[in-house]
Nanobody, 122 residues
C-alpha cells in the first residue's frame, strides 16, 4: 500500500486559492485512482473529486465544479488539488486516498493520508 502525505493546507480569504499536494511513497500512484475527500466540523466525510488511472476526472460534489481541478505528476509520484475561488463552506480537513482501481466509493480506497486543514475565512 502507498503511504500518502498531504500538504499545502492553510488559511485563506474567500476568493483565494490553494494547491494541495498528495505525495506517495511506495507503490506508484500512476496505476491507481486517487481521490480527494474532505470532512468539515460536525459533518460526515464527503468525496470532492477523483482522477482515474486514465486521468479522467470525476466530481463527487457539484459545488466544486469550475473551481477545483485535480492533476498528476508521475515523475514526483504525486497528485494535486488546485482550489480556486474558495468559499467558507470549503473549510474542512482534506484527505487524499489511493490504491483503488476506479473512482468509486471511499471503501474502494486502500490507502489514506493524515489530512491537511483548509480554512477559508476573512
Amino acid at each position: 500500500q502507498a503511504q500518502l502525505v498531504e500538504s499545502g493546507g492553510g488559511k485563506v480569504q474567500p476568493g483565494g486559492s490553494l494547491r494541495l499536494s498528495c505525495a506517495a511513497s511506495g507503490p506508484t500512484l500512476r496505476y491507481s485512482a486517487v481521490g480527494w475527500y474532505r470532512q468539515a466540523p460536525g459533518k460526515e466525510r464527503e468525496g470532492v473529486l477523483c482522477i482515474s488511472r486514465s486521468d479522467t476526472t470525476t466530481y463527487y460534489v457539484d459545488s466544486v465544479k469550475g473551481r477545483f481541478t485535480i492533476s498528476r505528476d508521475n515523475a514526483k509520484n504525486a497528485v494535486y488539488l488546485q482550489m480556486n475561488s474558495l468559499k467558507p463552506e470549503d473549510t474542512a480537513i482534506y484527505y487524499c486516498a489511493a490504491d483503488a482501481p476506479y473512482c468509486g466509493p471511499p471503501t474502494d480506497f486502500g490507502s489514506w493520508g493524515q489530512g491537511t486543514q483548509v480554512t477559508v475565512s476573512s
